[in-house]
C-alpha cells in the first residue's frame, strides 16, 4: 500500500499520525486517547486504569480498548461459556486471541477431524496457540469435543453453553446460525455474513424473534488502531475526501511442492488433485479428512436429513472459497474488509452504485480449477458528507467519493490496505497494523508537505489542519500504530480480542436487564440499546456484505449496479439484489 515509500518516510508518516492523534487529544478532540494532567472524571472513574501514574502534563497514552468501547466494568462478572463450531484457520485464530476471563470455551465442534487436532495443538509460530497453551494440557482435555452441530447442541444445556462463535464455510453461516439460536444461543458468527442478502436477513429476523445476540466478526469495528484513525479523519485534517484506494494483493503463483512426510498424509484419492500453484485457498485434502468424511457419510452424518448446507465431498469442504456455492471469492474473503473500513471511515453511509471487472485471468483447467474470480477490480461511488445521501445531508449531488479496491493473485509487491486522499492530506493504513499520515504541499511554499514533511496539528482558527513543521519533537502521542515491520498481531490492534469480549459483556448486560435482547429503535432508527449490543450487529454487517456481494454481481453481468435503500432494510425481507442483479446459473 505504502507504495515506495522510503523506511524514513514511513517513520515520518507514523509520527505525523502519532503527533497528530495527540495534539487533537490535547485539544480535546480524540476519545481514544488519554491526556496527562487531567482530572479524572468522577462520572467515570476507571479512567485512572489507564492514566498512567507520573503521566506528566500534557503527554497522551492511548485508552485501552476496554475503555474506549464501554466494558472497563467487567469485573466480578463471569466468563461466558462458549463453543467454537469451525475448528479451521480463523477459529485457531479467535481461539489464540480470547480471553478466557471473558469467554471461556468448554466446547469444541468441527467435521473435520484434522481441525479438530489442531484446535488443541496449536501451531508452534504464529496467532494459533490452541487450546492446550491456554487453557494447559488437562484443563483442555475437558472442553468437550463434537464433530456435528447437531450432537454439540444436544448437550449445550448439560455444559451450560450460553453462545457460539461460527467460524465455518460461508455458506453454512445461516444454517447453522439459526440452529444454535433455535437452542437458545447467542451466536457470534464470522463474516462474510452469509451467502446472500436474503439470507442476511432471515438471520437478522431470527436474532430479533429469538431475542438473541447476533454478532459478525468484521473486527475492524473494534480496532482501536481503525478507531484513532478514523478520529484523526473525522477531525477534518485531511480536508476534502474524494477517493479511497483499497487493494489486498497477494501472489500465490508459484508451484505447489510438499515434502515426502507431508505427501504421505494426503489422500491418495486425491493425488491427481494436488494443487498446481501454492494457495491456501486450494488445499491438499488430507487423508484422515477424506477417511472420515466419504460422500455418504457428509451428506448422511454430518447434517442430519437437512442437507442445506452441504459439501457434496471433501474437496469442495476443504476448498470452499473456491465456488459459488459456498463461497462468495475474493469480494466475500478480503474485500469485504476493506470495503468494510472504507465505509467506516465514510461514516458508514451506504454506497450509490458499483461497477467493475473480475474474472480467472491466471487460473484454469489444470491450474488451481476455481469458479470464484481470481483477480478483481471493483469501483463503488460513494456519497461524500454534502451530498443528499451523504452524511450530513447536503444537497451537493456532484459530492462523490470514489473507492477502489482491487485483489490479484499474481503480485504482492505492494502491500494491503487502504489509502484515504483528501484535499489537504493522505492517511494510509496498512496491513491492519501502520498509520502514516502526510500533509498536501501548498502551492508556492516550499517544505510545505509531501511524504518528507513532518507536521503537527493546529486546532485554533477554522479548525484543525495540518501545519509543517521544522520544530517538531517527533511523534506527539504515542497512537497505537505498529512500528513498520513489527507484529501485526497486537490485540488491541486487529480486533478479535475486544469483538469477543466486547460480545461477553453485552450478553451479560442484557442478563442483568433481565429482558430478551431488543433490537427496536428510536425515532431517528438507531437501536435504542446501542451502547449493550455488538458494534458490528447483523445490520450492519449486512451492509458490508451487500458491498461484497454486489460487487460479485457487477462483474459477473459486467453492469453498473445502482444501490437500492430498501436492500439495507432489514425488514424489508424481499428487497435483495440477487433477485434483479444474480447471474442466472
Ligand atoms: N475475520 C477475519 O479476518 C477472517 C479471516 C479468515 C477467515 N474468516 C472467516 O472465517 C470463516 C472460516 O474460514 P476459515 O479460513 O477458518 O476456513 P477453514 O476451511 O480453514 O475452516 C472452516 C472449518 O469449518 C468446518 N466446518 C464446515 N462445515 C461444518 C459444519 N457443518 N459443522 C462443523 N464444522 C464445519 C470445516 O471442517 C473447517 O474445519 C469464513 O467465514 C471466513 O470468511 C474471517
Redesign the pocket.
Known sequence: MALDLTPEQKATGKANFEQAAGDLARAGKMNTMAVGGAPVDPKNPDRRDFLKVGLAAGAVVPVSAAVYYGYQSWKGNKAVKMAL?????????LIGDHNPEFNEFVAV????P??LDRIYAGEPNGPRKGLNKIYGVDNAKKIAKY???DALIGDAKKLGIEAVVI????N??DV?AKQCMDAGLHVL????MARTIGKCKSMIQYAKDKGLLLSI???RHYSTLYAQALEVVNAGVLGDIKHIRAQWPRNNSFPFTATDAEKAKFAPQYMNDLPFYRDGWCKPILKQ?ADALTPEKLAAV??GDVNQ???KDVKE??R??LYDKTGGGLM??LGS?QLDASSIILGHVHPLAVSGIGGKFFYGPGRNDRESDDGVFVTYEFPGPTHPKGAKKGKDENDIVIVTYSSFNTNSFEDYGECVMGSRGTMILSKEAEVYLYKEPEPGKANSGGRDTKVTVGTGGKGPAMESTSTWGGGGGAAISKAPGASAWDSAVRG?RTEMEHFAYCLRKWQELGKPVSYEKDADGHLKYADIMPRCHGEVAMADAILALTGNMAMAKKERIVFEEDWFNADKMDAVPETKHAKKA
Open positions: 463450531i469451525g475448528c479451521g484457520d480463523e477459529g485457531g485464530v465442534c468441527d467435521i473435520r484434522s481441525n464433530d456435528t452441530v467460524a465455518t464455510p460461508l453454512t453461516h447453522i458468527c464470522e463474516k462474510l466478526g468484521h473486527q479428512d454430518a447434517f448446507y452441504g459439501f469442504l476443504v470452499w472459497r466475500a474473503e474488509h478479535y
